[in-house]
């Protein structure tokens, strides 16, 4: 078996496993299924991190807080108002949103991996 059909099992059973055990988890604490609950088990579980959620949020807030700031006059928004903006609601820094941004802009693109 090559690498890319090991990977792609890997995937598989990863997908598999993962459901199976937020279906148990989600019964024993009689939850409904549904993605809240699932993007809550995959934080309990430590299987998205806390670095990953501040990014998305660094990069989500940002895009909104650049649409606030344009105007006739900066068409494309005013970056250091909409970091300030970011700041105010995020517990990151000036120099931690900076780093996301320039840092993981493309990070959250859809992934390439196919799933059998």
Do not use: C
Not at 65 to 85: D, F, H
């Amino acid at each position: 078996m090559s690498k890319v059909q090991r990977q792609k099992q890997t995937n598989k059973e990863f997908v598999d496993r993962i459901d199976a055990d937020f279906d148990r988890w989600r019964r024993k604490k009689g939850k409904a299924n549904n993605t809240r609950n699932l993007l809550e088990y995959l934080v309990r579980h430590n299987l998205m991190r806390q670095t990953i959620i501040n990014r998305w949020m660094t990069l989500n807030e940002y895009e909104a807080q650049i649409q606030l700031t344009k105007s006739p006059k900066n068409p494309k928004g005013v970056k250091s108002y909409a970091i300030w903006g970011v700041e105010e609601l995020l517990p990151l820094g000036e120099t931690q949103i900076k780093a996301n941004i320039r840092n993981h802009s493309t990070y959250f693109r859809e992934n390439v991996f196919k799933f059998p």
